[in-house]
């Protein structure tokens, strides 16, 4: 696969370059962007398990989230999807919801494994900001390792 057609740095109180890139790839109706954020300076990052995790049912400790833009389709725009690979164990939607961190507005559950990840779509109107903030809190809550705040977003503009 090849690389990302652009890398931005961007902190979580100003997520405006990547709301930026969302809007472009909709209206492309095509790419994703995988989100990566940094682990808290000093902070102990669980061991991956090694050659053993090839059998276990767990993620990445420290989560890898994607948004994905919706296609266009027959019916017009499709659904964005977003997902977060993660570490934390099975029934993160429900995790999710202890933490008081419920779907985002007509997001429909699509998979949530242990080693998969979650994976969910998101209405076409739903504003970017707010789905990006919401896959954020969504990362933090399912981190193993505390994050900093800043990220990295790595855009790819095909599919």
């Known amino acids: 696969m090849p690389g990302p057609t652009a890398e931005l740095a961007f902190r979580e109180d100003d997520q405006s370059p990547v709301v930026a890139r969302m809007e472009e790839l909709t209206a492309a109706g095509k790419g994703w962007i995988n989100l990566l954020p940094e682990v808290e300076p000093g902070a102990e990052v669980p061991p991956s398990g090694g050659l053993f995790s090839l059998f276990t049912a767990r993620g990445p400790a420290v ?12 019916r017009g725009p499709g659904r964005p999807s977003i997902g977060v690979q993660h570490a934390s164990g099975p029934k993160a939607v429900a995790r999710l919801a202890q933490l008081g961190l419920a779907l985002p507005p007509g997001g429909i559950k699509v998979q949530d494994h242990p080693r998969r990840g979650l994976v969910l779509t998101v209405p076409a109107a739903s504003p970017h900001d707010d789905v990006l903030y919401w896959l954020l809190s969504a990362m933090h809550a399912l981190s193993l390792a505390p994050l900093s705040g800043n990220w990295l977003a790595q855009v790819y503009a095909g599919r």
């Open 63 to 74: 989560p890898l989230g994607t948004w994905s833009a919706g296609a266009e389709g027959k």
